[in-house]
């Protein structure tokens, strides 16, 4: 059984750091693509960041030369390095997995979810 799950969500002054984590168990990790997406409050799901399994990025341009995501195949786990935050960028992040060999922009293409962590960035 897959598992996902989500860690370094907090409270953050604009300007700040966090990174967030995701230990992946339940099937081999270094084989697939894998995604960050966040929601905030009454807004839909929107894609961050993902990374295939080959180390292909892909950013939204909301994050791009903000946000890093990076991989670290033999402790299974996914990162996402968040600089010069945002208010804009409060909101429950996601990680997420897919069989797809591109780092997709789409939801749809990604099988396994994480239960989200929540990142709040204060103005």
């Known amino acids: 059984q897959v598992q996902l799950v989500e860690s370094g969500g907090g409270l953050v002054q604009a300007g700040g750091s966090l990174r967030l984590a995701c230990a992946a168990s339940?099937?081999?990790?270094?084989?697939?693509?894998m995604g960050w997406f966040r929601q905030a409050p009454g807004k839909e799901r929107e894609f961050v960041a993902a990374?295939?399994?080959?180390?292909?990025?892909n950013y939204a341009d909301s994050v791009k030369g903000r946000f890093t995501i990076f991989r670290d195949n033999a402790k299974n786990t996914l990162y996402l390095e968040m600089n010069s935050l945002k208010p804009e960028d409060t909101a429950v992040y996601y990680c997420?997995?897919?069989?797809?060999?591109?780092?997709?922009?789409?939801?749809?293409?990604?099988?396994?979810w994480g239960q989200g962590t929540q990142v709040t960035v204060s103005s």
């Open positions: 997420a997995d897919s069989r797809m060999r591109g780092a997709s922009r789409a939801a749809s293409a990604y099988d396994y």
């Open positions: 990374i295939s399994w080959s180390g292909g990025t």
């Open positions: 339940g099937r081999t990790f270094s084989t697939y693509t």
